[in-house]
């Protein structure tokens, strides 16, 4: 039987590709968003820092989600355009 083949193996190779995939994101947002708000490190995180995490956390999801969602719709349209090119 082919390593492959096993559907439970390839459902737990996508669950970890996902963790990555997701620890990767977590990574990039971190550095970011650290990068344009923290001024100055210190013991507690002043009221504008603050809101600029915030806002810097908000835009990268909502930034995420649309480059997902127009890559769905751009992968729709070939494989809808692939389909009318073979009837």
Known sequence: ME???DP???RFIEAETQKQ???TLVHQLTELCWEKCMEKPGPKMDARSEG???NCVERFID???FIL???EQTQKSRVS???NMAE
Request: one cysteine or more.
């Open 3 to 5: 390593a492959a083949a």
């Open 8 to 10: 439970e193996l390839q």
């Open 21 to 23: 995939r997701f620890q």
């Open 52 to 54: 600029c995490f915030v």
């Open 63 to 65: 930034t995420s989600q």
């Open 69 to 71: 969602n127009r890559l």
């Open 81 to 83: 355009f692939s389909e």
